[in-house]
T-cell receptor, first 114, second 115 residues
Framework: DQQVKQNSPSLSVQEGRISILNCDYTNSMFDYFLWYKKYPAEGPTFLISISSIKDKNEDGRFTVFLNKSAKHLSLHIVPSQPGDSAVYFCAASDRGSTLGRLYFGRGTQLTVWP | DVKVTQSSRYLVKRTGEKVFLECVQDMDHENMFWYRQDPGLGLRLIYFSYDVKMKEKGDIPEGYSVSREKKERFSLILESASTNQTSMYLC??????????????FGDGTRLSIL
C-alpha cells in the first residue's frame, strides 16, 4: 500500500502563473519530506525539503508547505517557467528508521506552456 | 558536488542473461540504493545497502540481487533477465540519516531493455 500519494498524474499551467503540486501521506512517523524534479532520460534531482518541525520552507521560486494534521504537503512554483516542465516526485522519510530510505509518490508531470 | 555514476546509460540484453548494473559514488556515503522507474508507478525501491557487505530488501526485490564489496560501489544483478525487467534503473546514495536529514543523490539512470 502506497504511503506517499500524488493523486494528480499531470498538471498544465501557463508560464508566469503559479504551479501547485500536491502530496498526501499516511504514515505519522514521517518527519522529513522532499521534492525531486526529473527530466526524461536523467536521474531525479533534489529540489527542496522540509522537516516536520516547520510548516513552510522557501527557496527562490519554490516553496513547500506542510500540514501535519492533514498529512499533506504541497510544492508551489511561482512564477512557473517552461523549463520547470518535468515530473515532480514527493518523498518522505521515517523518523523510526536509521537507514534513511525514502518513500516516493508516483509523480506528477508538470507542463508549463508559453 | 555529489557524483553518482552509473556504468551504462543504455543497455540491451536477452531473456535469461545475467545482467550487472554498476553504480559508483564519490562522496563516501554509507547508504546506497537501487530503484526502478516505470510510467505511472513512480520510483520503486529494489534493494539498499547501509554499509559494505550489508543489504536490505526494498519493495520489489524478486528477481534481483545486489553486491557491495566496497563502500563506493553498489551493483545490481538480474539473475536471469526477463522482459518484465525492462525499465529505467536508478542508483542513489546518501549519508546515514542518524547524522542529519540529507537528500539522496541520484545517477542519470540506465535504460535497460530485455528482448
Amino acid at each position: 500500500d502506497q504511503q506517499v500519494k500524488q493523486n494528480s498524474p499531470s498538471l498544465s499551467v501557463q508560464e508566469g502563473r503559479i504551479s501547485i503540486l500536491n502530496c498526501d501521506y499516511t504514515n505519522s512517523m514521517f518527519d522529513y519530506f522532499l521534492w525531486y524534479k526529473k527530466y526524461p532520460a536523467e536521474g531525479p534531482t533534489f529540489l527542496i525539503s522540509i522537516s516536520s518541525i516547520k510548516d513552510k520552507n522557501e527557496d527562490g521560486r519554490f516553496t513547500v508547505f506542510l500540514n501535519k494534521s492533514a498529512k499533506h504537503l504541497s510544492l508551489h512554483i511561482v512564477p512557473s517557467q517552461p523549463g520547470d516542465s518535468a515530473v515532480y516526485f514527493c518523498a518522505a522519510s521515517d523518523r523510526g528508521s536509521t537507514l534513511g530510505r525514502l518513500y516516493f509518490g508516483r509523480g506528477t508531470q508538470l507542463t508549463v506552456w508559453p | 558536488d555529489v557524483k553518482v555514476t552509473q556504468s551504462s546509460r543504455y543497455l540491451v540484453k536477452r531473456t535469461g542473461e545475467k545482467v550487472f548494473l554498476e553504480c559508483v559514488q564519490d562522496m563516501d556515503h554509507e547508504n546506497m540504493f537501487w530503484y526502478r522507474q516505470d510510467p505511472g508507478l513512480g520510483l520503486r525501491l529494489i534493494y539498499f545497502s547501509y554499509d559494505v557487505k550489508m543489504k536490505e530488501k526494498g519493495d520489489i526485490p524478486e528477481g534481483y540481487s545486489v553486491s557491495r564489496e566496497k563502500k563506493e560501489r553498489f551493483s545490481l544483478i538480474l539473475e536471469s533477465a526477463s522482459t518484465n525487467q525492462t525499465s529505467m534503473y536508478l542508483c542513489a546514495s546518501s549519508p546515514p540519516r542518524v547524522l542529519y536529514n540529507q537528500p539522496q543523490h541520484f545517477g542519470d539512470g540506465t535504460r535497460l531493455s530485455i528482448l
